[in-house]
C-alpha cells in the first residue's frame, strides 16, 4: 500500500509539473526539454527523448534529457537519430498510433536485428509513446527508457497515457500562441506601415493645403497661420516686423498678350527672385494672382524700406523673352511697419487691419504710377 501511495504522489507531481509548464518560450525543443524535465524528476526513469516528425515524415530526435543531466548539472549532445514511421518500436509507436513497451530490449524480437555491440547499449526497459494534436495529428513520439528490464510498471503506462495527452495539447497550444504571434506581427507590421501610408498622405495633404502649386510658395492660408507667430512673437519680446505686399504691375496685359502659360513661367520666375531675399525666419506666399505678401521679422521700418526697394529693383531688371520680344515686369510694393511706435494704445494688433493697411500703401503706389514702394501713414487713411 505504501509503494502505490508513492507511486500515485509521484505520478501526481509529474503531472502538476506538467501543467505549470509555461509555452512562452524561444522553441519546440525548449519546451519539450521542460516537460522531460518534469518526467525525470518525479519518475525513477535513466533517459526520456521526443522524436518529432520532420517536413520528410521522419520521426528525429529533437531533444532527450538524462537524469544525469539533471543531477549533475551538465548537457549531453543529443544523437541525431532518425526513424521511418513503422522502424524499431519509435517507429512502430508512430504507425500503430499506440503506446509501445518494451519489457526486455535484449530478449524482445523487435531489437533481434541489433548487432552484439548494438545491443550492449541497449537499455533494459523502453517505452514509447505517440504524442497526438488534439488527439488526431502525430506530433511525435515520446520515448523513455531505464535501464534495469521490466521495470516499468502498470502505473509508468497509466501515467504516460495521461502524460502524453497534456503534452501534446502543450504542444498544441505552443503552435497555435506561435502561429497567433506571428500573425499579430505581421498584422503590426501592416498597421504601422498603414499608418505610416496614412501619415504620409496627411503630410501631403496638409503641404498641398497650404502650398502653392505653380510657384511652390506658400499659399494665403499659411500667411494668415504664420501672421499669428509672428503677432505673438510681438506681443511676447517686443519685436519689429515689416508686411510687404507685392503685386506685379499690368500683369493681365502680359497673360492677354503672350498667353496664361508664358504669364506663369513670369510668376514662377518672380517667385524663385522673392524666395532670394527672405530668410529662414521670414514669411514669403503667393497671396493670389500676380500678389505676393512677404513678412519680415524682427525688422525695422529703415530695414524694411531697405528690403523692399532692392526686390524691386531687381524685378524692374529682370527679362523674359517670347516670340522674339523682350519682355520686363515692375512691382508696386505697400509696406506696413509694425513696432512699439505703431501700437502707443497698448492693444494686440488687428491682422486684417495690417494687411489692410500695407494694401492702402500698395494702392497709394500704383496711384502713384506704379513701380514704387510706399510705406503706409496715417495720412493715406485721409485719402
Not at 61 to 90: A, M, R, W
Not at 169 to 195: C, G, P, S
Not at 230 to 249: F, H, K, N, P
Not at 305 to 314: C, D, G, K, M, T
Request: with cysteine.
Amino acid at each position: 500500500m505504501e509503494d502505490i501511495i508513492v507511486d500515485l504522489l509521484n505520478s501526481l507531481s509529474a503531472i502538476k509539473e506538467l501543467s505549470e509548464v509555461n509555452y512562452h518560450v524561444k522553441s519546440e525543443e525548449e519546451l519539450l526539454k521542460k516537460a522531460l524535465s518534469a518526467l525525470i524528476h518525479n519518475q525513477d526513469m535513466e533517459r526520456c527523448s521526443f522524436f518529432m516528425i520532420n517536413d520528410e515524415g521522419m520521426l528525429e530526435n529533437l531533444t532527450g534529457l538524462s537524469y544525469f543531466e539533471i543531477v549533475e548539472d551538465t548537457q549531453e549532445t543529443v544523437q541525431p537519430l532518425q526513424f521511418k514511421v513503422g522502424e524499431g518500436i519509435i517507429g512502430l509507436a508512430a504507425e500503430k498510433k499506440t503506446l509501445q513497451h518494451c519489457h526486455n530490449c535484449l530478449e524482445d524480437e523487435r531489437f533481434a536485428i541489433c548487432s552484439a555491440q548494438e545491443k550492449g547499449k541497449l537499455p533494459g526497459s523502453i517505452i514509447s509513446v505517440p504524442v497526438f494534436s488534439d488527439n488526431v495529428e502525430l506530433i511525435g513520439v515520446l520515448n523513455i527508457s531505464h535501464p534495469e528490464p521490466y521495470y516499468f510498471t502498470d502505473w509508468h503506462i497509466r501515467l504516460l497515457e495521461i502524460y502524453k495527452n497534456m503534452l501534446g495539447q502543450l504542444m498544441t497550444n505552443y503552435r497555435l500562441f506561435h502561429v497567433m504571434e506571428q500573425q499579430i506581427t505581421a498584422r503590426t507590421a501592416k498597421l504601422e506601415k498603414a499608418y505610416q501610408d496614412i501619415k504620409r498622405l496627411k503630410d501631403h495633404y496638409e503641404n498641398i493645403s497650404v502650398l502653392d502649386q505653380l510657384t511652390g510658395l506658400y499659399n494665403r492660408r499659411y500667411f494668415y497661420n504664420q501672421i499669428e507667430l509672428t503677432m505673438a512673437g510681438y506681443e511676447r519680446y517686443g519685436q519689429s516686423m515689416c508686411l510687404l505686399v507685392l503685386d506685379i504691375d499690368h500683369f493681365k496685359l502680359i497673360n492677354d498678350s503672350f498667353g496664361h502659360s508664358f504669364g506663369d513661367q513670369v510668376l514662377v520666375d518672380v517667385a524663385t527672385t522673392l524666395k532670394r531675399h527672405v530668410r529662414n525666419a521670414d514669411v514669403l506666399v503667393r497671396y493670389g494672382g500676380e500678389e505676393f505678401v512677404i513678412i519680415f521679422t524682427n525688422t525695422s521700418c529703415s530695414n524694411g524700406l531697405i528690403f523692399a526697394e532692392r526686390i524691386r529693383n531687381e524685378i524692374n531688371q529682370q527679362t523674359w523673352w517670347k516670340d522674339q520680344h523682350q519682355v520686363t515686369v515692375t512691382m508696386s510694393i505697400g509696406l506696413y511697419c509694425h513696432d512699439q511706435s505703431s501700437n502707443q494704445d497698448g492693444q494686440k494688433p488687428d491682422i486684417d487691419n495690417i494687411v489692410h493697411y500695407a494694401d492702402i500703401a500698395l494702392y497709394e503706389a500704383k496711384k502713384r504710377g506704379r513701380n514704387q514702394v510706399v510705406k503706409f501713414s496715417e495720412e493715406l487713411l485721409a485719402k
